[in-house]
């Protein structure tokens, strides 16, 4: 995607535990490696009204207190130069017209733009109608893409009709949906672990493992993401995705070669030949002490 031209990243609800916990920390240490140029726009908007000054201090005070990471001060100063944000409501229209002149002081010219999704799963089809809406989609001499975080839908009906609006707005290769355990390291080294490794290569088959066991054994609680998570529940939050992911790259075959179509093609195969679970072979439970946290 090398064009020569300035990038901006819009990162829609910048004000979320996702931008402070995950997104911001990434971003800082791929500059910091020089695997992304500091002069990038990194835009943050969400309802909240933060000047500048605001909302860096936010994502410093997220990166050390979410992350554990204390910056080098002059690491930090360098990357937040371009750290910016603009408050707006993704439900007006006017506010993206904000945006985009905002975007454009900054950029200056033809710029590649990169919009993450960073917000609750009902404002995915608003912000993505609206981008197309208002030309924000388009590519040209530029490149334009749209990244869609977890879950892609309620269900299978909704995850359709998500991927109809994305379609009238985006092309198919503008457009990552984004599960991020697939960046764990863990999760990047199955593949290589099962199919590179002569020890276990012949024997990960039926006749030599008895049964697989998943457990995510997270620690830290719902903290102050209630609000969603009271509404999308665990199932949907751990199950549909980040544990199906891990299921099928334990059990698929060896893929033709390594690249993501290769890759996915093999893990539909998996999910196709899946026995549907029986609900009455399920058991579905809550801590006692979720009911007390916050915005539950």
Known sequence: MENGLPTSIVIFGASGDLTRRKLVPALFHQC???????????????????SHEEFRQRMYEGMVELSGIVPDESDWEEFSKNLWYVP??????????????????????????????????????????????????????????????????????SAVELNEIVHAAFDEHQVYRIDHYLG????????????????????????????????VAESVDVEHRAGY????????????????????????????????DAVRNEKVKVLM?????????????Q?????????V
Request: no cysteine; proline share 5%; net charge negative.
């Open 184 to 215: 764990k390291e863990t999760a990047q080294n199955i593949l290589y672990f099962r199919f590179l490794n002569t020890i276990f290569e012949p024997i990960w088959n039926r006749n030599y493992i008895d049964h697989v066991q998943i457990t």
């Open 88 to 157: 707006g409501d993704a439900s007006q229209e006017a506010d993206y017209g904000k945006l985009e002149q905002f975007l454009g002081e900054k950029e200056g010219g033809p710029a590649n733009r990169l919009y993450y999704l960073a917000t609750a799963p009902r404002f995915f089809p608003i912000i993505i109608r609206e981008l197309g809406k208002q030309g924000m989609a388009a590519e040209g001499d530029r490149w334009s893409r749209v990244v869609i975080e977890k879950p892609f839908g309620h269900d299978l009906q």
């Open 32 to 50: 910091v490696k020089g695997e992304i140029p500091n002069a990038i726009n990194i835009v943050g908007t969400s309802r909240s009204e933060f």
């Open 229 to 260: 998570y009271d509404n999308a529940g665990v199932v949907r939050d751990m199950f549909q995705n980040h544990f199906l992911q891990l299921f099928t790259l334990l059990a698929m075959e060896p893929p033709a070669t390594f690249d993501a």
């Open 273 to 285: 030949a899946t026995r549907p679970i029986d609900v009455a072979d399920t058991v579905r439970a």
């Open 287 to 295: 801590y006692e002490g979720y009911g007390q946290a916050k915005g």
